[in-house]
């Protein structure tokens, strides 16, 4: 919405946003199907990552499309998609997540952090959340094994070192992070946060160290969204929503969210 960090608006729109309609997950009704659509029908309940989805309808291709899972809500399965890709795909396909590891994830209570958790979890890691006091029981609540408060614990002089950092926030230098990293430990850096300096730098760290890697953007898929979806519905995965705001006080929810106090996610409802 923003254009920030400065490299997102390649993706949304250079030099001004491609699409003035904003929204960017959504969970509703199939209404209709075109011709070469194989594995939905009209009045299938499904989940995606779409543009514009602040709206009535929306069109979106199949492979970005996922059956909801049948034990949420429309509301619980639109607060999904994209946080949900964006901590699979950091922790499984970027940082290369295996059982046993021990994980931090920088930024535990937000939309993505809170998934980072219980993926995390369903993936066999040992996991390490830090937020703020006001979070700490919803973190543990979501299965973290360790949870630090940053107001009252510094993570990076703890002494504790750990296999993968997922770091959702950028609030910590590089420097602090590669302090707490096993030696071959890596760094995921979640390039939806930061501003373009935290990710320059981090694009030119992964290129002289294997302990950074690059700043990645999550491309969400049918595949992940069918993969979360089992999570969800076997009971390893529940979204967290801090609150709904209907459809016209869509700019108060924008106001919300960029307080940054959320605790999760944000989600916009339609009557």
Known sequence: MRGSPWLARFSVGFPKPKDYVLGWDMAGIAEAVGNAVTRFQAGDEVFAVCDGAFADYVSITEDKLAMKPANLTFEQAAAIPSAASAALQGLRDVGNLRPGQKVLINGAS??????????????????????????????????ADHVIDYTKEDFARNGQRYDLILDNVASRSFTDLRRVLAPEGVIVPNSGHGGMG????????????????????????????????????AGKITPVIDRAFPLNEAPDAFRYLEESHAQGKVIITLD
Not at 117 to 133: D, H, N, P, Y
């Open 110 to 143: 937000g939309g993505v952090g809170t998934f980072s958790v219980q993926i995390a979890k369903a993936l066999g890691a040992e996991v390490t959340g830090v937020c703020s006091t006001r979070n700490v029981g919803m973190v543990r609540s979501l299965g």
């Open 198 to 233: 935290y990710v320059f730098k981090a694009y030119l760290l992964s290129a002289v160290t294997h302990q950074i890697e690059r700043p990645f953007l999550s491309t969400p898929n049918d595949k992940d969204l069918t993969f979360i979806k089992e999570l969800v519905e």
